[in-house]
T-cell receptor
Framework: ETGVTQSPTHLIKTRGQQVTLRCSSQSGHNTVSWYQQALGQGPQFIFQYYREEENGRGNFPPRFSGLQFPNYSSELNVNALELDDSALYLC????????????FGPGTRLTVT | RKEVEQDPGPFNVPEGATVAFNCTYSNSASQSFFWYRQDCRKEPKLLMSVYSSGNEDGRFTAQLNRASQYISLLIRDSKLSDSATYLCVVGHSGNTPLVFGKGTRLSVIA
């Protein structure tokens, strides 16, 4: 196992609600990246946090936001949920911000109805 | 056009078969290349990095052709446990993320 944990494992929300997903990075890793994986697709980069600052963002609207805490754990917040937000949300931690070695957590499966 | 394109699959092969996956990438500035494996409803896991000189890990061989912007993965003597989705992944320089292909599903049948 990678040592990256995510919670919750599954979540069901209704359209228009807000959701917060959590990730604890592997010990010693200061960078967390979040990905969205829709059914049948590869993971798509949402954003990355390095030392509590956003450090890169993919093509996702502002209603996707995040935080990183001093212990390097991270949250992904999604406001005004849409049906298309239903996906597996993966976080990955890495030792430094420009490292290609990313260790993925088990993901949170979000269903929006 | 997607930045990373893979064979659409699925591939259904008998045990013991050799199977090859192909992948192309569009960004010539890409610097690092990987194959990840993802089991059903699980997270992606790094299978192997891909180097210009080619690299082998047991039954798995990865090749990179920078001129053609092409990456391949060859699996020899397929096992039932090889059944998974194989993701082609490209990394750029700096703080940019990994870019994943859509994945190719492999089913190895007894």
């Amino acid at each position: 196992e990678t040592g990256v944990t995510q919670s919750p494992t599954h979540l069901i929300k209704t359209r228009g609600q807000q959701v917060t997903l959590r990730c604890s990075s592997q010990s010693g890793h200061n960078t967390v990246s979040w990905y969205q994986q829709a059914l049948g697709q590869g993971p798509q980069f949402i954003f990355q946090y390095y030392r509590e600052e956003e450090n890169g963002r993919g093509n996702f609207p502002p209603r996707f936001s995040g935080l990183q805490f001093p212990n390097y754990s991270s949250e992904l917040n999604v406001n005004a949920l849409e049906l298309d937000d239903s996906a597996l949300y993966l976080c990955a931690s890495s030792l430094v911000s420009n490292s290609y070695e990313q260790y993925f957590g088990p993901g949170t499966r979000l269903t929006v109805t | 056009r997607k930045e990373v394109e893979q064979d659409p699959g699925p591939f259904n092969v008998p045990e013991g078969a050799t199977v090859a996956f192909n992948c192309t990438y569009s960004n010539s500035a890409s610097q690092s290349f990987f194959w990840y494996r993802q089991d059903c409803r699980k997270e992606p896991k790094l299978l192997m990095s891909v180097y210009s000189s080619g690299n082998e890990d047991g039954r798995f061989t990865a090749q990179l052709n920078r001129a053609s912007q092409y990456i391949s993965l060859l699996i020899r003597d397929s096992k039932l446990s090889d059944s998974a989705t194989y993701l082609c992944v490209v990394g750029h320089s700096g703080n940019t993320p990994l870019v994943f292909g859509k994945g190719t599903r492999l089913s190895v049948i007894a």
